[in-house]
């Protein structure tokens, strides 16, 4: 009896194990089947089909009267598929790469076989997808390749749309270069697409600014604007890339194209630039200081002309309508990669000979006499001078409570240009008038403190104009507190060498745009538009337009206008100004002027130029040529502003290449 209880127990405790086990079964069943069988579904899908993303054409870049500046071509690119050779051992796999990279090389596409590896094992790539690993191959390989595909397997050629120069290096440091994205920019780009599409914007300095509500998303091998308006614009520019949905199977082998969405080109942006005028700058720029290296200037010592920019810009709204800068280098030599072979042959020289360098933009020079119009209206700004102020010009001035040889400052071979004004001063140029003008500024500060260094930041020295590019200098308005903050910043061996007190020789110098003071040629150039116009400082302006891609520049009516933007209205009595444009005019018109002889022949009466020549010490180097001119005086259309490096006096090396620039501008011959 015992015993029969025992295994009825026995069977019972089976019974319920085996119901709770049948249970558990149906409810993970009943899970699995209909509570997951979406996310299950869509899991299943992602193993079996693969989105492949295809790069949109960049937008066109365009002149101010709708000529093309970028454009695109295309490209032949040969591609491995990874899966094809996966299964070859090493032996074969060797024999393969090695014959692809001869049959290359003989095609004319340099490659080595240590090239090709790396890129078939750069984690970069989807694996389903085809690995670039050669590009702009002729037309004859790709004919090569379909003729002997059965000794390539897994290798094809495939079109893209590429970067493409119609004027070759003609506007360089403008436009910039695309290249590939990189790691920190892919993980950054892809967070500025998620907060496009959720309505936040990055800031700044983000690099990659979303300005649509359409996500253009970027893969790790995406290309990218590195420099220049490529840069600034790439939320324009850049396309929406299109997708190919295949299917692969369970080895990772694409076995059909499911569905495609075509990709959306970029939108175009049309310039301010006249690149027949950029063409022009570039031209005279490089002829002028070619002409000029290796010879000897008048105070003896041999110029090297290495570099040099112009800047020229339209007064009535802040619109850049030339920006050159020399040295130069090609935009074509980055597409799709530029190889580290030219890459150190454009960069391994002196740095300040760097062809990548905007000199228009980052070269920071001491302005010389060019600076003395400035300093003319900060003088009359604040009361130091009138517009009927006069002062006696011996050649030489003595630096009030100074001692020493260096208190002792002289015009040009200390000629004496007697009872000189502020137009006179100009005109031909007296250094014996600012270092007084200055001395006279030191001699306010206790009452009125920085009075000549806030009237230069009124006319946007000494902080970025704001340029949508990228390597902008601020230049440096020195004072006292910058003079001090430098000199703490120094290692105690070095600050014992040095002295932190503003003194009154520094102001004097300061005057005459020499000393510590420096100014990039952009900065100058929108300084004398301010004189030009009569008042306004404007933000220099490289975009008229964002056009939808293909649309017509002709058309005022399509795409987003990118309107003027004036920073502040600079108080211009017209007194003071009607002075400073006399001697101004006087530098080209009159024959004591230092420009007379560079601007003989000119129509004075027809198309007046307000100029200002200058000639900046450099220390242990030949002098730097500067010059700025405007015209016509009365209703401006253009603010020219160059920089010669080394080159000489103002008056003889940058006033006769602006000269050719502007015959060319108002219709002459250069």
């Not at 020079?365 to 517009?387: M, Q």
């Not at 306004?536 to 649309?551: E, I, T």
Request: negative net charge; proline residues 7%; charged residues 20%.
């Amino acid at each position: 009896m015992v015993t029969s209880d025992r295994s009825r127990l026995r069977l019972g405790i089976v019974g319920i194990v085996g119901i709770s086990l049948f249970a558990a079964m149906f409810a993970r069943l009943w899970s699995l089947q209909v509570l997951d069988q979406e996310r299950y579904e869509q899991v299943s899908t992602a193993n079996r089909v693969r989105i492949i993303a295809e790069e949109a054409p960049r937008g066109r870049i365009l002149d101010v009267k709708g000529r093309v500046i970028v454009d695109n071509r295309t490209s032949r690119v040969v591609t491995i598929a990874r899966d094809q050779i996966a299964g070859l051992d090493s032996d074969e796999r060797s024999v393969y790469l090695t014959r692809l990279a001869t049959e290359l090389t003989a095609f004319g596409i340099p490659t080595k076989v240590s090239r090709l590896e790396r890129k078939l094992v750069d984690p970069q790539y989807d694996p389903v997808q085809p690995i670039p690993v050669a590009i702009d191959v002729p037309e004859s390989f790709e004919i090569f390749l379909a003729e002997r595909a059965s000794d390539f397997p897994g290798v094809s050629v495939r079109r893209e749309s590429v970067r493409s120069y119609p004027n070759g290096e003609v506007g360089a440091h403008l436009i910039g270069y695309v290249g590939r994205i990189s790691a920190e920019e892919y993980t950054l780009a892809s967070t500025t697409v998620r907060d496009a599409a959720s309505g936040l914007q990055p800031g700044p300095d983000a690099g990659v600014v979303a300005r649509t509500a359409v996500p253009k998303p970027y893969q790790p091998d995406s290309g990218i604007g590195r420099t220049g308006l490529e840069r600034a614009y790439e939320a324009d520019l850049r396309g929406v890339p299109g997708r190919r949905t295949i299917e692969i199977d369970s080895s990772g082998t694409a076995v059909r194209t499911v569905e495609t969405t075509p990709a959306v080109p970029g939108d175009d942006i049309q310039l301010t630039i006249d690149i027949a005028l950029q063409q022009q700058a570039e031209s005279q720029l490089a002829t002028q200081l070619g002409s000029l290296r290796g010879t000897r200037i008048r105070a003896g010592a041999v110029t090297r002309a290495p570099a040099g920019s112009v800047v020229m810009v339209d007064p009535r709204d802040g619109a850049v309508r030339a920006l050159a800068s020399y040295p130069t280098f090609d935009p074509a030599d980055f597409v799709n990669g530029i190889s580290t072979e030219r890459y150190e042959a454009l960069t391994g020289g002196p740095a300040t000979e760097n062809p990548l360098i905007n000199r228009a933009i980052s070269g920071q020079y001491a302005p010389g006499s060019t600076f003395k119009p400035l300093t003319a209206w900060a003088a009359l700004r604040s009361g130091v001078i009138e517009p009927t102020t006069t002062y006696a010009d011996g050649g030489r001035y003595i630096i009030a409570n100074c001692a020493g040889p260096a208190c002792e400052r002289t015009n040009d071979n200390g000629v004496a240009l007697g009872t000189v004004g502020v137009a006179r001063s100009l005109t031909q140029s007296s250094n014996v008038f600012y270092y007084w003008v200055g001395d006279n500024f030191y001699g306010l500060r206790d009452a009125r403190g920085d009075l000549f260094q806030e009237s230069l930041g009124q006319l946007g020295l000494g902080s970025p104009t704001g340029l949508p590019l990228t390597g902008e200098a601020s230049g440096v308005v020195p004072g006292p507190a910058w003079k001090q903050q430098l000199w703490s910043s120094l290692p105690p061996d070095q600050q014992a060498l040095g002295d932190p007190t503003w003194y009154p020789g520094d102001e004097a110098s300061m005057a005459t745009g020499q000393g510590d003071m420096l100014a990039t040629p952009l900065q100058m150039a929108m300084a004398y538009s301010v004189f030009a116009n009569g008042g306004k400082l404007y933000q220099p302006q490289l975009v008229a337009r964002v056009l939808p891609s293909g649309g017509d520049p002709q058309d005022p009516t399509i795409g987003r206008a990118v309107e003027p933007v004036v920073v502040r209205d600079v108080e211009m009595a017209p007194a003071w100004r009607n002075v400073i444009l006399q001697g101004m005019v006087g530098v080209t018109a009159d024959p004591s002027g230092t420009a007379f002889t560079a601007f003989k022949g000119w129509d004075h009466a027809g198309w007046p130029v307000a100029a200002k020549t200058g000639t900046a010490e450099v220390s242990g180097r030949a002098d730097s040529s500067v010059f700025g001119a405007f015209g016509p005086v009365g209703n401006s259309q253009v603010v020219a502003f160059a920089v010669l490096e080394e080159s000489g006096y103002g008056g003889e090396a940058a006033a006769p290449m602006v000269r050719r620039i502007l015959d060319w501008y108002v219709g002459g011959t250069p």
